[in-house]
């Protein structure tokens, strides 16, 4: 059973930063890319970032592209989502998820997702 599970969200003051962690456990580690998603109440799912440990690969989108930072610690099965310079736009519920297959769709897909983390930015 695959299982995400998300932590590190919470509240930052705008310019700061977090780090997302995505624990992964039920398949094997390779068989999927990990996709970061975030979601704003009444909004799309937008994708954020992806990493492919298959293709050692990853792609982030121009959305957030010099602020965040994707990676992997393939001993752990965590994925990390370094998130600098914050700002209110990036106020969202994120989401860890399996991609659909082992490497970085353009557009980004997903077929598990975790439970997410609230990541608010406000002064």
Not at 13 to 42: D, E, H, K
Not at 70 to 85: G, P, R, W
Not at 100 to 120: A, H, I, L, N, S
Request: net charge neutral.
């Amino acid at each position: 059973q695959v299982q995400l599970v998300e932590s590190g969200g919470g509240l930052v003051q705008p310019g700061g930063s977090l780090r997302l962690s995505c624990a992964a456990s039920g398949f094997t580690w390779n068989a999927y890319a990990i996709a970061w998603f975030r979601q704003v109440p009444g909004k799309e799912l937008e994708g954020v970032s992806c990493i492919s440990s298959r293709a050692g690969a990853s792609y982030t989108a121009d959305s957030v592209k010099g602020r965040f930072t994707i990676s992997a610690d393939n001993a752990k099965n965590t994925v990390y989502l370094q998130m600098n310079s914050l700002t209110p736009e990036d106020t969202a519920v994120y989401y860890c998820t399996t991609e659909k297959g082992p490497y970085c769709g353009v557009p980004m897909d997903y077929e598990y997702r975790g439970q997410g983390t609230q990541v608010t930015v406000s002064s």
